[in-house]
């Protein structure tokens, strides 16, 4: 069974501030999405990583994998109120479709 | 709107009567996913279906619940017999062919068992 944890499970920081969320696992993953989820909706894709090393930047998000495909981090500069909201990770893993979700990190961002 | 569709958002039943989540995929995409949230719990897979096939559902409770996704028509996630335990979030995703670990999902169904 693949688990993925996730750290901090929650954060409340002020304006301006930077922080990282990790999603770490001890199983490999073949590709890894972070989503952000607002109360009584679904989760929206930010990103997908696929390949060990692998950085993105989404506006001041950055996401890297890990370069063993096993853990990930999610980076955020200068946090805006707009940025509070639950970011979760997920990670599928060799043939299967499905996902695996991390337990979610609830972000508060205090103007 | 080309995003997923699920309905009904909420919906409210008894003991015992039955419940039927419908989830229409993006446009273009032929691969479903159901997921369920439990309270204070994080997202669970529970199938996966393709066109008239179900390809996995190792996470889908052995009894009362059964999952289609016919030939014509949106997928459908029934629970027979609900009892409160199944009370949740249910979440329908989907992915394309040649992206197919990128699933995008729809805003859920709040089941309430009362």
């Known amino acids: 069974t693949q688990l993925l944890e996730q750290s901090p499970q929650f954060l409340s920081i002020q304006e301006g501030e930077n922080l990282t969320v990790y999603c770490n696992s001890s199983?490999?993953?073949?590709?890894l999405q972070w989503y952000r989820q607002e109360p009584g909706e679904g989760p929206v894709l930010l990103v997908t990583?696929?390949?060990?090393?692998e950085v993105k930047k989404l506006k001041r998000l950055t996401f890297q994998f890990g370069d063993a495909r096993k853990d990930s981090s999610l980076h955020i500069t200068a946090a805006q109120p707009g940025d509070t909201g639950l970011y979760l990770c997920a990670g599928a893993g060799g043939s299967a479709r499905q996902l695996t979700f991390g337990s979610g990190t609830q972000l508060t961002v205090l103007p | 709107n080309a995003g997923v569709m699920q309905n009904p958002r909420h919906l409210v039943r008894r003991r015992g009567q039955e419940a039927r989540l419908r989830c229409s995929p993006m446009k273009g995409h032929s691969h479903v996913y159901w997921y369920r949230q439990l309270p204070e719990e994080g997202l669970k897979f529970m199938v996966y279906l393709q066109k008239e096939n179900i390809i996995d559902e190792s996470g889908m409770p052995k009894e009362r619940f059964s999952a289609e996704f016919p030939k014509e028509g949106p997928s459908i996630l029934r629970i027979q017999q609900v009892v409160r335990g199944d009370s949740a979030a249910y979440f329908c995703a989907s992915s394309s062919d040649t992206r197919s670990y990128e699933q995008y999902f729809g805003p859920g169904t709040r089941l309430t068992v009362t």
């Open positions: 199983s490999v993953f073949s590709s």
């Open positions: 990583v696929v390949t060990g090393g």
